[in-house]
């Protein structure tokens, strides 16, 4: 029988489906929170309880006793009961279908994918079916993996949640086009940068190369083709996001994405080509990001920005190696800042400079009379 009994009864829940009706308020979904908690807290008798049971009693914030429920709300609370008991009855059939398809395989993949699509366009919980969606792979799941990360009517985490396992299924591909030789390609980066050892906007094995002057030499060449001629209206690169344990999770800005594209397609300044970048806006429009105005110039500015703070990182680790810096190290640092390029690598470097060097310290001084930062 294989799949076909859970691929039955997960079709037979979803026909059986229904959302919760129209008249919840804010109000009756707090009140039912709270007769649910009221609930869950009493369940158990005391004299059945265990040490265990009242330490994790005491622990739990018992919920003020609500009033009593109208025929209407209990009819109403009984109903979003048997609607949660299907959505967990679904869900523990994506997860067994889940289990089978990395162990033995599914039998009926096209009928599995096309049910975990159905129950994604609910806007249900997403990642039970996403997931295996992921495992089925091309052609049914990728397919839908696909068509869902572009309906604009999914919720906006779920469509986050589709995105991330779409671009790690197709991760191998856009790895495999990056690694292919740039031959006949057109080059958007300047030559004194194409040339780097460093995969762009990593510190890893830049900051491991030796502090020697052909080196130094290398990096300054390159960061002073990469400055800007002008200030930018809005630095590059944006910001990381930063989060607290306290704050709401929140769906990333787009761009995040795309950079993982651009890394994985692009891995080296040399492989930084307009044939590549066009492949990058395809990808990118596949997954829903935004893919408007000048793309190539946009990136390629962001990847040269990238690649500066990466530089900057470097010159950081090696600071103190005897190789003179002086002056251009400081120099580009303060108009890297000004200019609004690469702003938080260039400025942590000339704050772990002062120590080492008076210029970064008047370099700082001035930055912050101009209010660059």
Not at 79 to 106: D, H, P, W
Not at 252 to 280: D, F, K, N, Y
Request: proline content about 8%; aromatic content about 6%; some cysteine.
């Amino acid at each position: 029988m294989g799949d076909q009994p859970d691929l039955a009864a997960l079709a037979a829940a979803l026909d059986a489906y229904e959302p919760p009706p129209a008249g919840w308020t804010d109000e009756l979904w707090e009140l039912y929170e709270r007769a649910e908690a009221e609930k869950h807290v009493l369940r158990t008798e005391p004299d059945d309880w265990t040490d265990e049971l009242w330490k994790q009693y005491r622990s739990t914030e018992v919920p003020e006793p609500h009033p009593p429920l109208t025929r209407e709300q209990e009819h109403l609370f009984a109903q979003e009961r048997v609607r949660e008991r299907r959505i967990s009855a679904v869900e523990r059939l994506l997860e067994s279908l889940n289990k089978r398809l990395e162990g033995t395989g599914l039998r009926d993949p096209e009928s599995a994918a096309a049910l975990a699509e159905r129950w994604l366009r609910m806007n249900m919980y997403a990642l039970p079916a996403t997931r295996l969606l992921h495992g089925l792979g091309a052609p049914h799941g990728e397919a839908a993996l696909l068509r869902l990360v572009v309906d604009d009517t999914l919720d906006r985490e779920d469509r986050q949640v589709v995105r991330e396992w779409l671009m790690k299924l197709r991760k191998p591909r856009n790895r495999a086009l990056g690694r292919q030789p740039q031959e006949g390609e057109t080059p958007l980066l300047p030559p004194e940068v194409r040339n780097l050892a460093d995969a762009w906007g990593f510190d890893g094995r830049g900051a491991r190369t030796a502090m020697t002057r052909e080196n130094a030499a290398a990096v300054r060449a390159a960061l002073e083709a990469l400055l800007p001629a002008r200030r930018l209206a809005v630095p590059e690169p944006p910001p990381e996001r930063v989060t607290t344990g306290d704050e709401e999770p929140e769906v990333p800005p787009g761009w995040v994405s795309v950079r993982m594209l651009l890394r994985e397609l692009m891995p080296h300044p040399r492989a930084v080509t307009r044939e590549r970048m066009a492949e990058v806006r395809r990808e990118a429009a596949r997954m829903g990001l935004e893919t408007r105005g000048d793309f190539a110039e946009r990136w390629t500015m962001r990847i040269g920005a990238w690649l500066a703070g990466s530089m900057f990182s470097w010159l950081c680790a090696v600071r103190r190696e005897p190789v003179d810096l002086a002056p251009w190290g400081v120099d580009l640092a303060e108009q890297y800042v000004l200019r609004g390029f690469a702003v938080e690598d260039a400025e942590r470097f000339l704050g772990l400079s002062t120590d080492i060097d008076p210029r970064s310290v008047a370099a700082l001084c001035r930055l912050k009379e101009a209010g660059a930062i």
